[in-house]
């Protein structure tokens, strides 16, 4: 008696899940659909869901217009790069203000949570010219730099708040081996966050790659990464929507890929301190 | 591999410098329309022929726009060539940003380009910027719906015409619309077709005094005739329509006249792209009887920024892209249909070229307008669907907003008119006039 | 506890983010405070000279700056409501049993990857489109007239687009959240024959607020600046221009720097204002 309605409530809990995820889903699923259609079948009254001539045509007219490579690698080392050089100075700073607290710590972490507050256009004058300035004008390293300053606290809020879960005692025994400081964050407590380190890599290499006001802004043709191709895209002569869906789609794909793969280990993470 | 890669390059290097002492790469933004498409198609070519590589920075309209406005107002120097139009040109060179293409050599024949598209490309006789391609605008209509509808369009037909042909042709349960007109947003969208037109109707941005006319009645009677139209014959989902859009629903057989940018005719009969290529026939854009004609004159250009590095390999580049050489490049690989139109005279002597449907109507239209005067009563600004002056794009921008809204129903003509009046008035005060 | 020593430690590895955050913010606010005191129009040959307080005055001023707080703020908090209530059943929902609850939230969180540009593009042409969107056919499939989104409804159209994209993080911070709940808890309330509502009301939510602020604060922190999804769609028309957006056309379009800046200075501290009552909130919620 109880199982069957255990059993019951499984199914109308599959059936509505399913539903809302598809549906939620879905505008996804008809982009990646339509890149494979032709133009004219991409705006056929009633739209064609499955039975239509699949073909590749817009991807290699895509490709033949820009080359998807570069953008693609700009992306990579953008948002890897800035990650990275976020987490090797965050993890310091959110060592400090998870095991040695002071009185002023979280109004310092809240005041680097503010800066990201700052809205780009209104800044986007000076920060252009400092960037002549410096020659870093459609450069990597420019834009990673930016990226990290903008990630920055949402990466030292993530591993604060993943620190703080790790007892201090363990550190504290490290120490009394006679590790240095040094030794003491980078083999004793990295190798215990990885999990949160790892969460909070994926959502701020997430976040940099879809950033779109400063990598579009401060960008040519040297450092452009997808989001500047996608840009390249938007509204062409005549018909588009089929070439506007395959170039949306190489846009997205690495990312829908890698979040997929690793989303086991971006919700492990991802909890911003709010379970306890 | 890495080690193959980098012989490769060195390979490269090796064969480019072998073919020109100079080899440079230059940075070139441009527009993604279509002729800037295949431009971008066809830079092999250029690279064969000097040994200068490109690399294409290549972005929508708005985006182009405001990327190379900041980069030249800043003094970037991202860019080497970049793609400007009629408005930006004469304001840019005023402000010493741009480098004066008078002395490309005699083979490029630079009387060649038609006056029209030289003089709105000048600075006191000095040329500026190349053009790519040169438009006006025009009727583009379908002749089936015409005759259908028991009317035959007249080579220069008036604005009570075609407001009663796009009523008459109109049929919403097949999704046909008797018109497309501009409605989206932007100084150089519906402004640039509401300013053409309010021309035609003797309405002008500003009297002699630069004091806003908003509150004549001459664009009143401009605005209300284009939502009235707009309403009864014009698509759903107007007033989100641009040029591109616009396209879009004519090539998909659901308009029955568009007026637009004269480029637009050889996409419209364009067999690959457009359901309606073979039914398609042109007519001057419609006037009031007062003597001034409802289309405007614009061109892309290509404009070298004052400071670049590589200017003797940018100078190339432009010369290359403008030239009558890359005209028929073009027209050898895609028929002449498909070469850039409205920069040189001689293209239009072309026995080849006359041939092409629209080529007559294009030409006709480009030189009925008049930039220096561009409508009924005296103005003290040059520019037929523009002003100008450096305001103009904010300004227009805003004033587009106000129109569009209108047309979304979400305000009336009058309330429009006047909001347009008082910010127009806010801003050229603030800019000192 | 800590000593001394480890208290001067930690001073010097907290140094190197709270340097160059303090230059990310004082460099860049210090040259936005210069031009915002100068008439400085890049496209009238750049620096005009002093202006005072003109263009402060002249930006409050202006008739679109009240409008623009307005739609800022309607948005900020439409997309908040939308998310944080639909993430709250969601989480619920993906919490039960369920076959393939994997792929489920897979597909859940799948618009949390796509950049906004794209998902403006798409939305914008494949769905609100009048003629040609899904949306159009949908509507004429079941005998209506379609509407034309984002001239009739663009703030809606708006705040649907940015919560499509936000509800994912939403619901997968609820979702950690409920997981941690004390199972027992609810089951020995629901042996007591408390009610679902009343079991949801007293056990989950209290739970779950913790979680909810964060939601809202970090929500809140993206969503004051969203661009591109309006630049994208409507180009600041139809009373969809947030400051942000009027600060872009002031800066950009109209190339009035010192204009601008001005702006830029407001919105710095609107978002100060609205950063010192968030923090308030959550600071309670957030034990440092």
Redesign the interface.
């Known amino acids: 008696m109880a199982k069957s309605f ?1 059993n019951q ?2 199914i109308i ?2 059936v ?3 539903g ?3 549906l ?2 879905f ?2 699923l ?2 990646i659909l ?1 890149s494979f259609k032709t ?2 079948q991409a ?1 056929n ?3 064609l869901f499955l039975g239509f001539d699949w073909t590749l045509e817009n991807y290699s007219i895509v490709q ?3 080359d998807y490579m570069r953008f693609l690698m700009n992306s990579v080392i953008i948002a890897g790069g800035s990650t990275l050089l976020g987490i090797v ?2 993890i ?2 959110a ?3 998870a ?4 009185r002023r ?2 109004d ?3 005041w ?21 300035k410096f020659g870093l ?2 450069t990597r390293l420019g834009l990673v730099i930016v990226m990290m ?1 903008i990630n ?3 990466i ?1 809020w993530m591993l604060y708040t993943y620190f703080r879960e790790i007892p201090v005692e363990i550190l504290e025994a490290a120490r009394m081996d006679g590790a240095s ?1 040094r030794e003491e964050l980078i083999y004793v407590l990295t190798p215990m966050a990885i999990p949160g380190i790892a969460s909070t890599v994926l959502l701020n290499f ?1 976040l940099a ?2 950033e ?2 400063w990598t ?2 401060l960008t ?3 450092a ?1 990464p ?3 191709f ?12 089929a070439k ?2 395959a170039a ?1 789609t190489m ?2 794909a690495p ?2 890929i890698l ?2 793969f690793s ?1 086991k280990q ?2 492990r993470g ?7 | 591999m890495q080690i193959k890669s980098s012989v490769a390059i060195a390979g490269m290097l090796a064969f480019a410098t072998a073919t020109s002492a100079f080899a440079e790469t230059i940075t070139v933004a441009t527009v993604n329309n279509g002729d800037m498409i295949r431009m971008q198609g066809l830079t092999e070519e250029f690279t064969a022929k000097t040994g200068h590589k490109v690399e294409w920075v290549t972005l929508e309209e708005n985006v182009l726009r405001q990327r190379v406005t900041q980069d030249v107002a800043a003094k970037g120097g991202q860019f080497d060539v970049m793609t400007i139009g009629m408005y930006e040109t004469p304001i840019w060179a005023k402000q010493g940003w741009l480098l004066s293409l008078n002395d490309l050599p005699a083979s490029y024949d630079i009387d060649d380009i038609l006056p029209a598209m030289r003089g709105g490309l000048s600075l006191d006789g000095q040329l500026y910027a190349a053009p790519f391609y040169g438009e006006s605008s025009m009727i583009m209509y379908r002749t089936d719906l015409m005759s259908k509808a028991g009317l035959e369009m007249p080579d220069a037909p008036t604005w009570d015409f075609v407001a009663d042909a796009a009523r008459k042709m109109t049929d919403k349960d097949n999704e046909i619309y008797g018109i497309c007109l501009r409605g989206k947003a932007g100084w150089g969208e519906n402004m640039a077709f509401l300013t053409a037109t309010a021309n035609s109707f003797g309405a002008r941005w500003f009297d002699e005094d630069w004091k806003p006319q908003f509150d004549s009645p001459e664009w009143k009677t401009t605005l209300t005739f284009y939502l009235d139209l707009m309403t009864d014959a014009g698509p759903p989902g107007a007033s989100t329509n641009g040029f591109n859009e616009n396209l879009s629903l004519f090539q998909q057989g659901k308009c029955g006249m568009w007026i637009d940018a004269t480029v637009a005719a050889s996409f419209v009969t364009n067999p690959k792209d457009s359901t309606v290529a073979d039914k398609v026939s042109f007519a001057l854009a419609p006037d009031t009887g007062m003597g001034k004609r409802g289309n405007w004159l614009w061109a892309w250009a290509l404009a070298i920024p004052a400071g670049t590095q590589k200017e003797a390999a940018a100078k190339e580049f432009i010369q290359w892209a403008t030239s009558k050489d890359y005209l028929a490049l073009v027209a050898s690989k895609e028929g002449w249909a498909n070469v850039p139109p409205g920069s040189r005279k001689s293209l239009y002597e072309n026995p080849d070229y006359a041939k092409v449907p629209f080529a007559k109507m294009t030409l006709d239209s480009i030189n009925s307008a008049d930039p220096t005067n561009p409508t009924v009563k005296p103005v003290p600004y040059i520019g037929v669907q523009f002003v100008a002056i450096p305001e103009f794009a904010g300004i227009a921008t805003q004033v587009g907003q106000e129109f569009s809204a209108a047309l979304a129903g979400q305000q009336t003509a009058d309330e429009a008119l006047a909001k347009a009046q008082a910010l127009t008035a806010e801003e050229m005060e603030a800019a000192g006039y | 506890m800590a000593t001394q020593q480890s208290r001067s430690a930690a001073r010097i590895m907290l140094a190197p983010a709270v340097i160059l955050l303090l230059g990310w913010m004082l460099v860049p606010l210090t040259m936005t405070l210069y031009f915002s005191f100068k008439k400085y129009l890049p496209l009238r040959g750049g620096d005009l000279g002093w202006a005072g307080f003109d263009n402060y005055v002249r930006f409050v001023t202006s008739s679109a700056f009240w409008p623009s707080i307005q739609s800022t703020l309607i948005i900020v908090i439409g997309v908040l409501l939308i998310t944080v209530v639909l993430g709250v059943l969601l989480a619920q929902l993906l919490d039960q049993p369920m076959w393939g609850q994997g792929i489920v939230r897979i597909l859940v969180i799948a618009p949390f990857f796509v950049m906004p540009t794209v998902s403006a593009l798409v939305w914008k042409n494949m769905f609100m489109d009048p003629v040609n969107g899904l949306l159009a056919h949908l509507w004429k499939f079941f005998g209506a007239q379609p509407v034309e989104w984002l001239s009739d409804a663009p703030l809606f159209s708006i705040i649907m687009i940015v919560s499509w994209q936000w509800l994912p993080f939403a619901t997968l911070i609820l979702l950690t959240a409920i997981q941690s709940l004390d199972s027992e808890q609810l089951e020995a309330a629901e042996m007591d024959g408390a009610p679902v509502l009343a079991r949801f009301g007293y056990i989950v939510l209290p739970h779950l607020s913790r979680a909810i602020a964060i939601v809202i604060l970090i929500q809140t922190i993206f969503l004051l600046s969203i661009f591109a999804e309006i630049f994208v769609t409507t180009g600041g028309a139809f009373g969809t221009r947030t400051l942000t957006y009027l600060i872009f056309q002031r800066v950009l379009e109209s190339q009035n720097v010192g204009l601008g800046s001005a702006g830029g200075v407001y919105a710095i501290v609107l978002a100060n204002i609205v950063a010192y009552f968030l923090m308030r909130i959550v600071g309670k919620n957030l034990d440092a």
């Open positions: 255990t409530r499984m809990n599959t509505v899940a399913w809302i995820g598809l939620i889903f505008p996804i008809w982009t339509t133009e004219a705006i009254d009633p739209p033949e217009r820009s100075i965050a310091p700073a060592w400090s203000m095991f040695v607290p002071s710590t979280k310092i972490l809240l680097m949570l503010s800066t990201k507050m700052l809205p780009a256009v209104g800044v986007l004058y000076p920060i252009y010219l400092l960037f002549i004008l459609d300053l920055l606290p949402i030292v400081l997430i790659w879809n779109a006001f579009l802004n040519a043709a040297k452009a997808l989001t500047a996608i840009a390249s895209y938007s509204s062409p002569e005549g018909l588009f929507y506007l869906s949306s846009a997205i990312i829908l979040g997929w989303q971006l919700v991802l909890t911003f301190g709010a379970v306890k």
